[in-house]
T-cell receptor, first 109, second 110 residues
Framework: GQQLNQSPQSMFIQEGEDVSMNCTSS?????WLWYKQDPGEGPVLLIA?????ELTSNGRLTAQFGITRKDSFLNISASIPSDVGIYFC?????????FGQGTELSVKP | DVKVTQSSRYLVKRTGEKVFLECVQD?????MFWYRQDPGLGLRLIYF???????EKGDIPEGYSVSREKKERFSLILESASTNQTSMYLC?????????FGSGTRLTVV
C-alpha cells in the first residue's frame, strides 16, 4: 500500500531557529496535507496543498508540494515555544488519509 | 465548528477485557474513522465507516471491530484487550472541508 516517509523523526532546536521537515512517498499524491498535534490533543490541519509546485504560507509556516508529486516540505521560521508538538504530513487515498510517522519538535526557550 | 468528542481521555483495562471506545460528531458527517497512534509509526487506520451500518477495514483491523448504529456515533471495540493494544486512539470525521479529529483516548492494557 501507499506509504509516507517523514523525516526527521525528532528535532531539538533553540527558540528563534528555523525548522525544516519533509515527507516522501513511493507513489503520487494529488493533495498534500500538513497537521500539527499539540500535546494531549488531536491533529489540526495547518496547510493543504493541491497543485504540484505549489508554495503556500500560513504565518510563519511555509509548505511546498513537490514537482514530482511524491514529496512535500514544511518550513517553520523563527520558532517559538508554542511550536512544540508533533507535525504530520498526510495524503488522501480514496476516503482514507495516510499519515507519515511524524516529526516531534522541541523548542528550548 | 465541527466537534468530534471521544468519551474518555484515559482508560486502563485488564488483559482479556472487552473495551468500548466511543466517538460522537455533531455535524451529520457520513465518513468517520478510527486511527491508532504509536511513537515512530504515525497514525495508522484501523477501521472507517462511510454510512450507518457500513464499515471497511483499514490497515490494521486485527483485534478490533466497530459499530455504527447511528450516524453521529462510531464505536471501536476491542473484543479481548491485549497489552499490544496499549496506544493512543484517535477518532476523526470527514466533511468537504477536511478531517476533524477528537482529542484522543489513551488506552493502557495491563
Amino acid at each position: 500500500g501507499q506509504q509516507l516517509n517523514q523525516s526527521p523523526q525528532s528535532m531539538f532546536i533553540q527558540e528563534g531557529e528555523d525548522v525544516s521537515m519533509n515527507c516522501t512517498s513511493s507513489s503520487i499524491f494529488n493533495t498534500w496535507l500538513w497537521y500539527k498535534q499539540d500535546p494531549g490533543e488531536g491533529p489540526v490541519l495547518l496547510i493543504a496543498l493541491y497543485k504540484a509546485g505549489e508554495l503556500t504560507s500560513n504565518g510563519r509556516l511555509t509548505a511546498q508540494f513537490g514537482i514530482t508529486r511524491k514529496d512535500s516540505f514544511l518550513n517553520i521560521s523563527a520558532s517559538i515555544p508554542s511550536d512544540v508538538g508533533i507535525y504530520f504530513c498526510a495524503g488522501p487515498a480514496g476516503r482514507k488519509l495516510i499519515f507519515g510517522q511524524g516529526t516531534e519538535l522541541s523548542v528550548k526557550p | 465548528d465541527v466537534k468530534v468528542t471521544q468519551s474518555s481521555r484515559y482508560l486502563v483495562k485488564r488483559t482479556g477485557e472487552k473495551v468500548f471506545l466511543e466517538c460522537v460528531q455533531d455535524m451529520d458527517h457520513e465518513n468517520m474513522f478510527w486511527y491508532r497512534q504509536d511513537p515512530g509509526l504515525g497514525l495508522r487506520l484501523i477501521y472507517f465507516s462511510y454510512d450507518v451500518k457500513m464499515k471497511e477495514k483499514g490497515d490494521i483491523p486485527e483485534g478490533y471491530s466497530v459499530s455504527r448504529e447511528k450516524k453521529e456515533r462510531f464505536s471501536l471495540i476491542l473484543e479481548s484487550a491485549s497489552t499490544n493494544q496499549t496506544s493512543m486512539y484517535l477518532c476523526a470525521s470527514l466533511s468537504n472541508y477536511g478531517y476533524t479529529f477528537g482529542s484522543g483516548t489513551r488506552l493502557t492494557v495491563v
